[in-house]
């Protein structure tokens, strides 16, 4: 069970598009359609922004989307705002187990 | 609406236990999968495992089989973990999450903060 790969800090001006991915292997992304993504803000839980790939839950808004090529899944952050600074985490089912990324530090210039 | 409440924060001393609560409200609480997820200072999240209330099933993350216990108590909706053989290593925050389903948690606790130290 060891942790997804995601970049460690991604930037972007607001207006900008990013695009963090989360690599892991046939056992857990590549083999499950059950990836999910969550925003984390200093001192707050996270919050689940992508779960299923590509579903956003209620409220999410449609700037944030997600998608999935084999074993690398993506989180695409589009029209960025100040708002958007936070810390990224993937998470993908791995057969009873569960793992997450290591997660990315994203600023907003 | 969906809420999870966590017991308060704790000051462990090393190779002792823990065991923090996680108490459900809003919906049926036998119905989702609880997981229990830890983050150390700067750190990122970490998996520990899950329990289904619906049976008691529960599975632990290989990293903390053998030193992780979680339980339920369904007549007070509320899930426990419990970490023993603690060390400075397992100071962090603490969540339970819901899982609304496939491995997405649409609900978290607001965290308990467990320090261990001497």
């Known amino acids: 069970q060891s942790a997804l790969t995601q970049p460690r800090s991604l930037s972007g001006s607001p207006g900008q598009s990013v695009t963090i991915s989360c690599t892991g292997t046939?056992?857990?992304?590549?083999?499950?359609?059950?990836v999910s993504w969550y925003q984390e803000h200093p001192g707050k839980a996270p919050k689940l922004i992508i779960y299923d790939v590509t579903q956003r839950p209620s409220g999410v808004p449609d700037r944030f989307s997600g998608s999935k090529s084999g074993n690398t899944a993506s989180l695409t952050i589009s029209g960025l705002q100040a708002e958007d600074e936070a810390d990224y985490y993937c998470c993908s089912y791995a057969g009873y187990y569960t793992v997450f990324g290591g997660g990315t530090k994203l600023t907003v210039l | 609406q969906v809420q999870l409440v966590q017991s308060g924060a704790e000051v462990k001393q090393p190779g002792a236990a823990m065991k923090v609560s996680c108490k459900a409200s809003g919906y049926t609480f036998t119905a989702k999968y609880i997981h229990w997820v830890r983050q150390a200072p700067g750190q990122g999240l970490e998996w520990m495992g899950w329990i289904y209330p619906g049976a008691g099933t529960t599975r632990p993350a290989q990293k903390f089989q053998g030193r992780v216990t979680m339980s339920m108590d369904t007549s007070i909706s509320t899930a426990y973990m419990e970490l023993s053989s603690l060390s400075s290593d397992d100071t962090a925050m603490y969540y339970c999450?819901?899982?609304?389903?496939?491995?997405?948690?649409?609900?978290w606790g607001q965290g308990t903060l467990v320090t261990v130290s001497s």
């Open positions: 999450a819901r899982d609304a389903a496939g491995n997405s948690f649409d609900s």
């Open positions: 046939s056992s857990d992304v590549g083999g499950f359609n059950f």
